[in-house]
Antibody, heavy 121, light 111 residues
């Protein structure tokens, strides 16, 4: 059974850092695309970052230069290092597994329950 | 502001059929990228309900269907049930942004 469990959220001051983890089971993270998405309070889902099977990484413009996605294959775990945090980064962060569809897109077929990040003084 | 535009809300009575639109542009849906749909209840994990424009994952009722044409896509839910009440998001890829993108989300209310 595929499972994704996020952790590492919490309260942090503006300008601070936080590292989110996403422990995967039931599949091997190194063989799939993995992504982070978030939902700010009262807002919709926003894609944040993705790492593909070749270790290429992609970021939304809103987090580029501040966030870093990575994975530890030995732990089968995905990470999101978040630096220079801002109030607008507040929200629930979800990790998800990506599957390529006919070379014309990627869909996210399994999601975690999310971890809450609050950036406030 | 999302690059994929969805209506903020739709509603329907039990048993009725509703559709949710997702309008993009020549750099995403119109460029040939597929559209995928998710159902999301606050506090829970989003759930994939349609992938590749019109395919249902195992376990998703055939009341859910999807289509794509030009720069737009649609999710249809027939035989509405109370359990369908949730937020629905479309998702695709944008070549100009080099990013995966979600629509702004549509709140479905079952009257």
């Amino acid at each position: 059974e595929v499972q994704l469990v996020e952790s590492g959220g919490g309260l942090v001051q503006p300008g601070g850092s936080l590292r989110l983890s996403c422990a995967a089971s039931g599949f091997t993270v190194s063989r799939k695309y993995m992504t982070w998405a978030r939902q700010a309070p009262g807002k919709g889902l926003e894609w944040v970052s993705l790492i593909n099977r070749e270790d290429s990484t992609y970021y939304a413009d809103s987090v580029k230069g501040r966030f870093t996605i990575s994975r530890d294959n030995s732990k089968n775990t995905l990470y999101l290092q978040m630096n220079s945090l801002r109030a607008e980064d507040t929200g629930v962060y979800y990790c998800a597994r990506g599957t390529i569809y006919e070379s014309s897109g990627t869909y996210f077929d399994y999601w975690g329950q999310g971890t809450l990040v609050t950036v406030s003084a | 502001q999302s690059v994929l535009t969805q209506p903020p809300s739709v509603s329907g009575a039990p048993g009725q059929r509703v559709t949710i639109s997702c309008t993009g542009s020549s750099s995403n849906i119109g460029a040939g990228y597929d559209v995928h749909w998710y159902q999301h209840l606050l506090g829970t994990a989003p759930k994939l309900v349609i992938y590749g424009n019109s395919n249902r994952p195992s376990g998703v009722p055939d009341r859910f269907s999807g289509s794509k044409s030009g720069t737009s896509a649609s999710l249809a839910i027939s035989g509405l049930q109370a359990e369908d009440e949730a937020d629905y998001y479309c998702q695709s890829h944008d070549s100009r942004l080099s990013a995966w993108v979600f629509g702004g989300g549509t709140k479905l209310t079952v009257l």
